[in-house]
């Protein structure tokens, strides 16, 4: 892989951590337990990941012969789905005694963001910039829509019974 090529899946993870930035920054101003950083994170390493994948494949076929070794490019995507959504899941907690549950929308979010990354490590750019836009908008602007009409914030903790 040449230099440029490196540099080019550099800029698209920047690119992607940029987008995911936002997305965690209103998740941090909620006070959810997936911030900034690891909403970053999430973001950027899934366009990593997704980007090595054609490096991979052209590797994998240089030095083994494609009658040993099939490659099938998807099981990067679902190996992505499943790696964020253990990370997901260590957000969302049940209330003992209650059936309040918290964080599913940050772990939702988070697989949002690996959404996110996969747009721009396909250049699908201005995908990934309105789907940004998107759950910005439905994160923060639905929760005042909420909040406005039901008196409650839907992601606050529910009152002990």
Not at 10 to 22: C, G, K, N, S, Y
Not at 80 to 90: D, E, K, N, P, R
Request: contains cysteine; charged residues 15%.
């Amino acid at each position: 892989m040449e230099y440029m090529d490196q540099l080019t899946i550099f800029l698209d993870v920047v690119i992607a951590t940029v987008l995911a930035a936002a997305i965690g920054a209103e998740r941090e101003s909620a006070n959810k337990p997936a911030g900034i950083r690891t909403n970053m994170i999430v973001g950027g390493a899934s366009c990593l990941i997704v980007s090595i994948t054609i490096p991979l494949i052209d590797f994998i076929n240089q030095y083994n012969p494609q009658e040993i070794l099939r490659v099938d490019p998807i099981r990067t995507l679902e190996a992505l789905v499943v790696g964020v959504s253990f990370i997901g899941a260590g957000t969302i907690l049940k209330h003992k005694g209650s059936e309040r549950v918290e964080g599913l929308t940050t772990a939702a979010t988070l697989l949002y963001c690996a959404g996110i990354g996969i747009c721009t490590a396909l250049k699908q750019y201005v995908l990934a910039i309105c789907v940004t836009l998107l759950i910005v908008f439905v994160n923060y602007i639905v929760r005042l829509i909420v909040r406005r009409f039901t008196g409650r914030d839907p992601e606050a903790p529910a009152p002990p019974s």
